[in-house]
């Protein structure tokens, strides 16, 4: 069974190639999954268990035993780890959630983290579960400490970022839940499909030297935090499987660096991309330029350019990842396309 249904046939992007010059397009868009659920693999297997398995923790490596996978508590900053166990066929298993799972089948389940980042301890023991796993993208890590010295497997995934890290942790969940097969089949599934939708959007972008230039900008109003995305969190892939040139990487930018007006400038993107609650905490586009003036300098806020995609999706690679993308180059190339 899918959770979430059954996954629709996805318009080929060629087809939706409806702007003459996408550069000249104007207005902000939105991308939106065509599905929310996720297609679980035809036979993934019974769990082989018990199983020693790697865990990649801050501190080093260790090994871990697991021996029941009935009851599992999966958490990581964009619940990446529950959509690859759904993929594997065991959503059933699932016992809480993040705040960043958001997937049919769950929506029931018990939170055990505040405010998306931080885990409570005392929350995830009262689920008793068999096996927690995460990527050590939410803290603190005593939390985690705890949970091992009540008797708990922890095991850390490693945080795998890109389409690359969305195939390695489909391996490592299906090793540590005993279906190391089954991990590997959703691997190559991810790969595959991935591979296909970056043959749509080749079809659909300018060309070399024509392309847009991109940029990926992390937005936290109530906060003040304004950052640009240089490579880090996978943006600078997923900006070039969108067949976009990383307008922050090329203009020098590594990790990431404060959305100052100097940096906007030096930046100058034909499109902006953010995440939905980003967006509408700094009050949307009018408010986004408002506050950063700069922004309207550079091209896409000349055309007031910028694709927003919810949280939960924009970054989180996973068996969502072509999905992901393809909904991005929707919003992008053909964003008035039915």
Do not use: C, K
């Amino acid at each position: 069974m899918n959770p979430g249904g059954t996954p629709p046939v996805l318009t080929p992007l060629p087809d939706l190639a409806t702007l003459a010059n996408p550069h000249t397009y104007q207005g902000p868009s939105t991308a939106t999954l065509a599905w929310a659920g996720i297609e679980q693999l035809a036979e993934p297997g019974e769990p082989a268990l018990p199983v020693t398995v790697t865990s990649y923790e801050q501190a080093g490596t260790r090994q871990v035993e697991v021996t029941d996978v009935s009851r599992i508590v999966a958490v990581d900053i964009a619940g990446s780890i529950a959509i690859t166990l759904a993929g594997l066929g065991l959503t059933d298993h699932l016992v809480g959630r993040d705040t960043s799972t958001e997937l049919p089948g769950t929506q029931q389940l018990p939170e055990v983290t505040r405010g998306g980042h931080t885990l409570s301890p005392e929350a995830v023991l009262a689920l008793r579960p068999t096996l927690v796993l995460t990527d050590g993208s939410v803290g603190p890590l005593d939390a985690f400490a705890q949970l091992r010295d009540a008797g708990i497997p922890v095991v850390f995934v490693g945080q795998n970022v890109g389409f690359d890290g969305a195939q390695e942790l489909a391996r490592r969940v299906g090793a540590a839940v005993g279906l190391p097969d089954a991990g590997q089949a959703l691997a190559d599934r991810i790969g595959a499909e991935v591979a296909d939708v970056r043959a749509q959007v080749q079809a659909v972008a300018p060309a070399p030297g024509e392309r847009l230039r991109m940029a990926f900008v992390y937005l936290r109003g109530t906060a003040g935090v304004y950052y640009v995305f240089g490579s880090s969190a996978g943006a600078g892939e997923l900006i070039e499987a969108l067949g976009g040139v990383d307008a922050a990487a090329d203009a020098g930018v590594g990790e990431m660096v404060p959305l100052t007006d100097e940096a906007m400038l030096a930046v100058n993107p034909d499109v902006i991309l953010v995440m939905t609650d980003g967006l509408a905490s700094v009050g949307g586009v009018d408010g986004l330029i408002a506050d950063r003036p700069a922004i309207a300098l550079t091209q896409a806020g000349i055309n007031r350019r910028v694709v927003d995609m919810a949280d939960r999706e924009m970054l989180a690679f996973g068996p969502r990842s072509a999905a992901v993308l393809y909904a991005l180059a929707r919003a992008i190339y053909a964003p008035e396309a039915p």
